[in-house]
């Protein structure tokens, strides 16, 4: 069974950091392009990230370009995303998400359960 993992959630202020991590069983996550995903109330789902641990490629959205940072560990199966100058607008309930494709445009399969993160102004 596949389980993706997220943790790192928290109530920060603006401008604070915050380190997410995915931890995967069930698959290796450098066989899958690892994506975080957030979505804010009201607001639709949107990707933030990706990484392909096999080839070392990486997206970022426009949004989080030059603050945040995702990494791999593939001797822990955990995926992370590093996200600095936090603001108000990063709020959301932030997914893992991992795909053999990992394009953004398609379904992905698996799917952790979330967690939230909160930056305050």
């Known amino acids: 069974e596949v389980q993706l993992v997220e943790s790192g959630g928290d109530l920060v202020q603006a401008g604070g950091s915050l380190r997410l991590s995915c931890a995967a069983s069930?698959?290796?996550?450098?066989?899958?392009?690892i994506g975080w995903f957030r979505q804010a109330p009201g607001k639709e789902r949107e990707g933030v990230s990706t990484i392909s641990s096999s080839d070392g490629s990486t997206y970022y959205a426009d949004l989080v370009k030059g603050r945040f940072t995702i990494s791999s560990d593939n001797a822990k199966n955990t995926v992370y995303l590093q996200m600095n100058s936090l603001k108000p607008e990063d709020t959301a309930v932030y997914y893992c998400a991992a795909d053999p494709f990992g394009l953004l445009s398609s379904t992905w399969n698996y799917w952790g359960q979330g967690t939230q993160v909160t930056v305050s102004s």
């Open positions: 069930g698959l290796t996550v450098d066989d899958y392009v």
